[in-house]
């Protein structure tokens, strides 16, 4: 089965310290990978997904293939950053996936001022 | 936010009594997904649909029914609700097949089972 891995379930920084949320997969080929964020008691939301290579508030994530990761970074914390993500990847390798994610166990992010 | 509503956002039942949550989607996307969303666990699919009365199990499906009679409406149902279904829960939509994997999520229904 397809896996989602996220090694830290807590990660503390202090304002203006670079943060790295780390997620490896288990994908054969090239799978589609999203992070998601969902702040305190809100729906998630989309952060980024690795198709799009673009950065959003501040973060940025690269694909690496070779370490089956796509980390999730930003050079420099802020407190509005608090919240939970969350790495997710295509269900199936291949053949009928009906569009399922397959989510990481999340990393709850505390920026302390 | 794409259009999607679930209701009630909030409940508390009794252990054995049945309960529904709905998911309402005004996008007419054709798949459909329910999640409980527990720590330590993180997201994990409890049913989804990929079309009108098509659905299928995800990875905890005991004790959960649903049903799809129309694109817009998603019902998961707890047939006799036990302590262990006290969770957050989730609805999603996907532009899949014709779109990405990219899914998009409702408001959440926190449901507590005394």
């Known amino acids: 089965a397809q896996r989602v891995t996220q090694p830290e379930k807590l990660l503390s920084v202090f304002k203006g310290a670079p943060v790295e949320l780390k997620c490896n997969y288990s994908?054969?080929?090239?799978?589609?990978l999203f992070w998601y964020v969902q702040y305190s008691r809100q729906r998630l939301q989309l952060l980024l997904r690795?198709?799009s290579r673009e950065s959003i508030k501040g973060f940025t994530a690269d694909l690496n293939k070779g370490e089956t990761s796509f980390h999730l970074k930003k050079p420099f914390a802020q407190e509005e950053d608090s919240a939970m993500y969350y790495c997710a990847g295509q269900g199936n390798a291949g053949g009928t996936s009906y569009g399922k994610l397959t989510f990481g166990q999340g990393t709850i992010l505390t920026v302390h001022p | 936010d794409a259009g999607i509503t679930q209701s009630p956002r909030h409940k508390v039942t009794e252990t054995g009594t049945p309960v529904t949550l709905r998911c309402h989607q005004t996008?007419?996307?054709?798949?459909m997904y329910w999640y409980r969303q527990d720590p330590g666990h993180g997201l994990r699919l409890i049913h989804y649909s990929y079309g009108v009365k098509d659905t299928d199990k995800g990875e905890v499906s005991d004790g959960y029914s649903v049903s799809r009679s129309k694109t817009e409406d998603f019902l998961l149902t707890l047939e006799s609700a036990t302590s262990s279904q006290t969770s957050v829960y989730f609805c999603?939509?996907?532009?899949?097949?014709?779109?990405?994997?990219?899914?998009?999520f409702g408001p959440g229904t926190r449901l507590t089972v005394t």
């Open positions: 996008e007419n996307h054709r798949y």
């Open positions: 690795h198709i």
């Open positions: 994908y054969s080929g090239s799978p589609e």
């Open positions: 999603a939509i996907s532009e899949f097949p014709s779109g990405s994997y990219e899914q998009y």
